[in-house]
């Protein structure tokens, strides 16, 4: 079912958290054939494509206020079980199936829809990715996205990885399209604000422990009272409550209230981009908001304090000319990003504007290919996952069981939602029960761990 100019392509973005949406439905709008959202608007409303969301029913489920903080527009938005969702995918006619989703999510959404689609030829495209550096459980991850028709890499570094894996299995590595992190834009960086602006932007999982988190707090309120001129934020991914794609047991807004910050330190939420817009030197310890910042050209610190680990991520940052310690920072240096190592992460080229560059034309051949197998003749074959009953007996049906799937993609019986929509009753329940799991996370374990410590 190729798209038209009379017909807008019909998107699909199943995603499972705030951040996913966000990689998920921007990455839609860039890679889908035809004119861009932005452009098809101004010209032809009929011919825009049209973005429904689907927000995978779970622990990190975003609220109102994360979506708005996404800023991502969708034709239609609903939360659904991956039962749920299965059945919209059935019964509706898209073009293309984004699936924003962890790798486990992504594999019993696969063989689900390999099952529903049983017999058509004219099935969505499926596409699928991740949101930002892939620095841990590279073959997993990968192999459990593998069977859709693009897996996504973000990097020409990213895209050489996979296909190694792939190959290394003896899976076909075809569906491996070289593509670039979809959020990074934004007006390049053109010299100091005033005032001068440092923003440590955090991560849910990283560090993951109390004292790790209270050292980076202590050191950032120490550079806040070393400079006095300078404004220091600390950019905070969710309010407590809230989850993002990874569990976030030690919120910093809770640690900081025991300690005493100056007046030129203070918390912030909201758009990174939006952030970034005031920024005039950016610190994380592996957040993918590094790449965003060193797109823009803006100054930006790796931080070494806590070593360079497999564990951290930052690892991920060696040769890129940006690791350093908060020693070096209160001292005034200013890292110089390695023009080589940048453009190997699909970021624009550091240095002067160069009037649109390579990242526009990033998405190109991801949207050619969507475009040439939405028009191939006779439609598109089934869905091969490489994990099938035969190949993982030991791992597969346990990853499928989760989503209420048997061995064969089909929902077993009994499964939630399978018959209909949760009733009023059944939605309180819900959000009392993820209420209940987000107390227990971010209240209830951590003070059993203090507990064993005495």
């Known amino acids: ?8 392509t019909r998107i699909a973005v199943l995603a499972d958290s705030d951040t996913r949406w966000k990689w998920g439905a921007l990455t839609a709008a860039r890679i889908a054939p035809g004119p861009s959202m932005e452009a098809a608007s101004l010209d032809d409303a009929q011919v825009a494509p049209e973005m429904n969301g689907f927000l995978l029913r779970g622990r990190a489920t975003p609220t ?12 239609s938005l609903r939360e659904v079980s991956a039962v749920e969702f299965l059945r919209a995918m ?4 898209y073009d293309l199936v984004v699936l924003a989703l962890v790798g486990g999510g992504v594999q019993a959404m696969l063989h689900g ?28 991850g990968l192999l459990l996205r593998h069977g859709a028709d693009l897996v996504l890499a973000n990097s020409r570094q990213d895209a050489e990885r996979f296909r190694a894996v792939y190959e290394g299995v003896g899976a076909d590595a075809s569906s491996v399209t070289e593509v670039a992190l979809p959020f990074l834009g934004g007006a390049p960086y053109e010299g100091e604000h005033d005032p001068y602006s440092v923003v440590f932007a955090v991560q849910p999982s990283v560090p993951d422990n109390r004292r790790d988190r209270v050292y980076l707090l202590d050191r950032l309120i120490q550079h806040a009272r070393l400079h006095p001129e300078r404004e220091v934020l600390l950019k905070l991914r969710s309010r ?19 300690l005493q910050p100056p007046a030129n330190f203070r918390l912030v939420y909201g758009n990174m981009g939006e952030v970034l817009d005031r920024t005039d030197l950016l610190v994380t310890i592996s957040s993918t908001a590094a790449l965003e910042s060193l797109h823009r050209r803006i100054p930006t610190v790796v931080l070494t304090d806590l070593g360079v680990r497999e564990v951290l991520g930052n690892h991920h940052f060696v040769g890129s000319g940006c690791l350093a310690s908060w020693d070096q920072l209160d001292a005034g240096h200013r890292p110089v990003p390695d023009e080589d190592w940048v453009a190997r992460q699909g970021v624009a080229a550091v240095g002067p504007p160069s009037g649109g560059g390579s ?34 007996p030991g791992y597969l049906p346990g990853i499928l069981a989760r989503h209420h799937l048997g061995p064969d993609g089909s ?29 227990g996370v971010q209240r209830v374990a951590p003070a059993i761990r203090r507990m064993g410590e005495l």
Do not use: C, N
């Open 1 to 8: 079912m190729p798209p038209s100019t009379s017909k807008p």
């Open 64 to 75: 109102a206020r994360q979506l708005a903080e996404v800023g991502v527009r969708a034709d």
């Open 90 to 93: 059935a019964e509706e006619s």
């Open 113 to 140: 829809l390999k099952r529903v689609w049983e017999g058509r030829t004219d099935r969505p495209v499926v596409v699928t990715g991740y949101v930002g550096v892939v620095y841990e459980k590279l073959a997993d």
């Open 240 to 258: 407590p409550g809230e989850h993002t794609t990874h569990i976030e047991e030690l919120p910093y807004q809770k640690l900081v209230q025991r």
């Open 359 to 392: 990242y526009e034309a990033a998405f190109d051949a991801a949207r050619e290919r969507i475009a040439k197998l939405l028009d191939r003749p006779g439609g598109l074959p089934p869905l091969t996952p490489y994990y099938t009953p035969a190949t993982a």
């Open 411 to 439: 929902v077993l019986p009994g499964a939630p939602s399978a018959d209909k929509a949760p009733g009023p009753v059944r939605q309180m329940v819900r959000r009392a029960a993820r209420g209940a799991y987000r107390h």
